[in-house]
């Protein structure tokens, strides 16, 4: 099984609205991310998670929270959107760095288009 | 300076051409090379990834050199399908970390024509 779910393919929501995006995989890795990637532009990281404990935090606006629930799961908790935050959230996870191993690929979701309006 | 920098292209070709792609890193600590490619209103999918001595899969061809700091994607006999477009990914890992920090070029966008 190399696949990571993510859930919902798809969400509108409004500014005041509060939802949460989801994402699954049962490769055992122990990294995983949040990415943002707006139309015709690269995934853009947002957060990094390395056995269960936030790693990095790309100066993520807060309206935008992470949670790492267990190995398998990877949240983004969304409140008080912008309509500038309307995007493609890709998770995807990884092996966790191991000391001369070289390629370390990592499996993207299918992602989540998220509107807000 | 980005980190990763790509031609954005377009790269617009006949079917059966030869296209190569580049695409540059600033940090020398890169430790991790691969080349994704990405259709339209999808997610990135692994292409291939480029090691050191550089590496072949089918039609496909990657380059590294560390030295100058740039990795290349050769394509032979262009298909149709292979339009889409084409993202440079660097893993940088920090010291003593258990993560690497991916980071992706722009893309580069491949059409292959009748």
């Known amino acids: 099984d190399t696949e990571v779910t993510q859930t919902p393919k798809h969400l509108v929501m409004g500014m005041t609205n509060k939802k949460s995006l989801k994402c699954e995989q049962h490769?055992?890795?122990?990294?995983m991310y949040w990415y943002k990637q707006k139309a015709k532009k690269p995934p853009e990281l947002m957060f990094v998670?390395?056995?269960?404990?936030?790693?990095i935090n790309e100066s993520v606006p807060s309206r935008f929270s992470p949670e790492c629930p267990n190995s398998s799961l990877l949240n983004l908790h969304l409140h008080a959107l912008q309509p500038e935050d309307s995007a493609l959230y890709l998770c995807?996870?990884?092996?966790?760095?191991?000391?001369?191993?070289?390629?370390?690929?990592?499996?993207f979701g299918q992602g989540t288009r998220l509107t807000v309006v | 300076r980005k980190e990763v920098e790509q031609d954005p292209g377009p790269f617009n070709v006949p079917e059966g051409a030869t296209v190569a792609f580049n695409c540059t890193y600033s940090?020398?600590?890169?430790?991790?090379f691969f080349w994704y490619r990405q259709d339209c209103r999808k997610e990135p999918k692994l292409l291939m990834s480029?090691?050191?001595s550089g590496n072949e899969d089918g039609r496909f061809t990657a380059q590294l050199n560390r030295a100058s700091q740039y990795i290349s994607l050769l394509i032979r006999d262009s298909k149709l399908s292979d339009s889409a477009t084409y993202l440079c990914?660097?893993?940088?890992?920090?010291?003593?970390?258990?993560?690497?920090?991916?980071?992706f070029g722009q893309g580069t966008i491949l059409t292959v024509h009748p």
């Open positions: 995807a996870s990884s092996q966790v760095w191991v000391r001369g191993q070289m390629n370390t690929e990592a499996f």
């Open positions: 490769m055992g890795h122990r990294a």
């Open positions: 998670y390395s056995y269960e404990k936030l790693s």
């Open positions: 940090n020398s600590a890169s430790q991790s």
């Open positions: 480029v090691y050191s």
């Open positions: 990914v660097v893993i940088i890992n920090a010291g003593g970390t258990s993560y690497g920090k991916l980071t």
